[in-house]
């Protein structure tokens, strides 16, 4: 029975009578009966079906620094949810027990999009997040969602690897307010081997998200010993994103915790983490902080003007604030963000 399922955007029927998903750069071409590699988009009797549409994984209410988000509505409640499955094959993914699990195998809601924005507002969430697993497989009711959250006045975000084709990016964008986006190294090596995925891809969406959109972009970087933390990557990766989106996008270096397919390499030590962030703050990066971890100096906004400390936080609370209508209160200075 399909009647329950939504039907998917973004595909096409090849020559060999085989749906081709156009959602993302894997172009996934699949049988009657076979689902993509995200495991939620499905070819039943010749018609693809979003089989994860509308149907969330559970609810969580946030603050919004877990996402994390350090510049957006700093202080605020997000309303978080995800769905099983994801496009990427991440061996070191820390929320496996859903990503990498089919819709029909894990516990899951049904919930309309109006649905999620009473969840929203009875939380008084000023935010939704589309997160856990990476949104893009689930497109569809991210529209959706976010569509119905601008008329009314609710934001959202999506938490994403960005790996994303451009024949879905501009409708899955279009009402969404701000993005985490995870880069997660800066060698194609290291995306090749460890999330079956480029890194060439996910630059062209951090690239189209800057020139073409008015989303507000944030970074994450998951640094695992040896594999993505040397000073010249991290210098590499530095140099590409002030040249290319500006010295002024927030970047969090955070912790990698022993997961999945990868519990035979150490966490990450803190050590690390402020070595990145020293260094991404020495090649002019404004806002660098750290993650994962509980340290509250690497978590403090501080004023690229004055240098005066703006925003004081622990383990995702905001203690002080001092940034006034996006300046800093001290200088004046305009403080990259939406406050």
């Given at each position: 029975?399909?009647?329950?399922?939504?039907?998917?955007?973004?595909?096409?029927?090849?020559?060999?009578?085989?749906?081709?998903?156009?959602?993302?750069?894997?172009?996934?071409?699949?049988?009657?009966?076979?689902?993509?590699?995200?495991?939620?988009?499905?070819?039943?009797?010749?018609?693809?079906?979003?089989?994860?549409?509308?149907?969330?994984?559970?609810?969580?209410?946030?603050?919004?620094?877990?996402?994390?988000?350090?510049?957006?509505?700093?202080?605020?409640?997000?309303?978080?949810?995800?769905?099983?499955?994801?496009?990427?094959?991440?061996?070191?993914?820390?929320?496996?027990?859903?990503s990498k699990a089919k819709i029909d195998e894990t516990y899951s809601v049904?919930?309309?999009?109006?649905?999620?924005?009473?969840?929203?507002?009875?939380?008084?969430?000023?935010?939704?997040?589309?997160?856990?697993?990476?949104?893009?497989?689930?497109?569809?009711?991210?529209?959706?969602?976010?569509?119905?959250?601008?008329?009314?006045?609710?934001?959202?975000?999506?938490?994403?690897?960005?790996?994303?084709?451009?024949?879905?990016?501009?409708?899955?964008?279009?009402?969404?307010?701000?993005?985490?986006?995870?880069?997660?190294?800066?060698?194609?090596?290291?995306?090749?081997?460890?999330?079956?995925?480029?890194?060439?891809?996910?630059?062209?969406?951090?690239?189209?998200?800057?020139?073409?959109?008015?989303?507000?972009?944030?970074?994450?970087?998951?640094?695992?010993?040896?594999?993505?933390?040397?000073?010249?990557?991290?210098?590499?990766?530095?140099?590409?994103?002030?040249?290319?989106?500006?010295?002024?996008?927030?970047?969090?270096?955070?912790?990698?915790?022993?997961?999945?397919?990868?519990?035979?390499?150490?966490?990450?030590?803190?050590?690390?983490?402020?070595?990145?962030?020293?260094?991404?703050?020495?090649?002019?990066?404004?806002?660098?902080?750290?993650?994962?971890?509980?340290?509250?100096?690497?978590?403090?906004?501080?004023?690229?003007?004055?240098?005066?400390?703006?925003?004081?936080?622990?383990?995702?609370?905001v203690y002080t604030n001092n940034i006034i209508e996006g300046k800093c209160?001290?200088?004046n200075i305009k403080i990259e963000g939406e406050f």
């Amino acid at each position: 029975m399909t009647s329950n399922l939504h039907i998917a955007k973004w595909w096409h029927k090849n020559n060999n009578n085989k749906i081709v998903c156009t959602l993302c750069p894997r172009y996934c071409e699949l049988s009657e009966g076979q689902k993509g590699f995200c495991y939620v988009r499905e070819n039943i009797d010749g018609v693809l079906y979003s089989t994860g549409y509308g149907k969330p994984t559970g609810f969580a209410v946030d603050p919004i620094e877990k996402k994390p988000l350090f510049h957006f509505y700093p202080g605020s409640k997000i309303l978080s949810f995800g769905t099983a499955g994801c496009n990427l094959g991440c061996k070191f993914c820390q929320n496996w027990h859903t990503s990498k699990a089919k819709i029909d195998e894990t516990y899951s809601v049904n919930a309309t999009a109006r649905d999620v924005i009473e969840i929203a507002k009875k939380y008084n969430s000023k935010s939704i997040a589309f997160t856990y697993n990476d949104p893009t497989i689930f497109g569809e009711f991210v529209i959706d969602v976010s569509k119905l959250a601008r008329k009314e006045g609710i934001k959202t975000v999506m938490v994403t690897a960005g790996y994303i084709c451009k024949e879905a990016r501009k409708e899955i964008y279009e009402y969404i307010d701000a993005a985490n986006v995870d880069l997660k190294a800066f060698t194609d090596e290291f995306y090749h081997k460890y999330t079956y995925s480029h890194l060439s891809d996910i630059l062209d969406t951090l690239l189209w998200l800057k020139n073409e959109t008015s989303v507000w972009i944030e970074l994450t970087t998951l640094l695992i010993k040896g594999l993505n933390d040397s000073n010249e990557e991290i210098a590499k990766m530095c140099d590409w994103v002030i040249e290319n989106l500006g010295n002024s996008v927030p970047h969090h270096f955070t912790a990698f915790h022993p997961a999945f397919k990868m519990t035979d390499i150490e966490k990450t030590s803190p050590e690390i983490l402020f070595s990145a962030r020293n260094l991404a703050l020495k090649k002019g990066i404004k806002y660098v902080y750290c993650g994962n971890i509980s340290d509250e100096e690497s978590s403090i906004t501080y004023c690229p003007g004055c240098g005066k400390s703006l925003i004081r936080r622990g383990w995702h609370s905001v203690y002080t604030n001092n940034i006034i209508e996006g300046k800093c209160k001290y200088c004046n200075i305009k403080i990259e963000g939406e406050f």
